[in-house]
């Protein structure tokens, strides 16, 4: 009788495809096929989405796979991961592992490594585990404080929408289209005054800068001045003046006289009147003054 007959080998190839088709599973989880990874335990209260396969890292590098996951129903908050991690890591004492997920919802656990002076853990050793406080939880942790802030929001967009509704909305954002449109008109107008004013500044400055040598010149001039001569002879003449003035008040000169003696002064107002009469007479009757003959002979 002929050994392997179509039905063996039949079950041959589906015996190998069946371990084809498992290991294949294993290697597409990330599971080595021949592991040779130490295994070490970590205690969760909570996985949150930690599954078998999820990628181990250490400061962003990938260092082994969680290869299992044992739940305890009667200790519900007690759960045990085993990491299958590189021969080649050494875990120190005080080593954390935290869940961590981004926000594709991928879960990943990140080794937080202790110090090394320490000690180091051996092999089949049990460390605690954690959650990260990520992105995502620090949004979830923000939820409450959003749930309160909503009724507030929703009286501030009903006010908003009664003041937006208030026609005076509508009149002051055209009045302050006028007003733009008047600040361009202006702006435009100090632009045309900048020019002008930059076209006539050559011009001002010349005036400037001559005005400024008038000014040194001035002031040259009067720096060559002879002050002390000048109030030497400013000094003379008010000291002339006040010697005329001494003279006037006293009773010397002719001057001092007709201002301080009332009877020379009534002698030349008599004086004056009797001239004057004289001249009157002269002018009413001049032959009385003036004789005039062609043979000589006087008038009678």
């Not at 969760?44 to 990938?62: E, H, K, Q, T």
């Not at 990491?83 to 594709?104: F, H, N, Q, V, W």
């Not at 937006?164 to 002051?172: E, N, T, W, Y």
Request: aromatic share 6%; glycine share 6%; charged share 20%.
């Amino acid at each position: 009788m002929k050994f392997f007959t179509k039905e063996v080998q039949i079950a041959l190839v589906a015996l190998v495809a069946i371990v084809v088709l498992f290991f294949g599973m294993q290697f597409l989880k990330g599971l080595s096929i021949f592991s040779s990874d130490d295994s070490y335990f970590v205690k969760f209260d909570d996985i949150s989405g930690l599954s078998v396969s999820s990628p181990v890292y250490a400061n962003g590098y990938r260092v082994g796979v969680v290869e299992d996951i044992i739940y305890n129903y009667e200790k519900t908050d007690d759960i045990v991961a085993v990491m299958g991690l590189d021969k080649k890591l050494r875990l120190p004492r005080g080593t954390r592992a935290e869940i961590a997920s981004d926000l594709l919802g991928n879960v990943k656990v990140e080794l937080r490594i202790g110090d090394a002076s320490q000690g180091l853990l051996a092999k089949g050793d049990t460390i605690l585990g954690g959650q990260q406080e990520g992105a995502m939880a620090k949004a979830a942790n923000m939820i409450p404080q959003i749930e309160k802030m909503l009724p507030k929001l929703d009286s501030i967009l009903a006010s908003v929408n009664t003041l937006l509704a208030d026609p005076a909305i509508a009149s002051s954002l055209h009045n302050v289209d006028d007003i733009t449109a008047q600040l361009n008109t202006t702006a435009a107008q100090l632009q045309q005054m900048t020019v002008a004013l930059n076209r006539q500044m050559p011009t001002v400055m010349q005036h400037a800068n001559a005005t400024l040598a008038n000014t040194q010149t001035l002031t040259k001039n009067l720096s060559d001045l002879d002050i002390a001569q000048t109030m030497a002879r400013v000094n003379a003449t008010l000291a002339n003046v006040e010697q005329m003035t001494a003279k006037l008040n006293s009773d010397e000169g002719s001057l001092g006289l007709l201002m301080r003696d009332p009877g020379l002064y009534n002698n030349l107002n008599t004086t004056m009147i009797h001239v004057d009469s004289l001249m009157l007479d002269l002018r009413q009757h001049p032959k009385r003054y003036v004789h005039f003959s062609v043979f000589g002979k006087k008038d009678k």
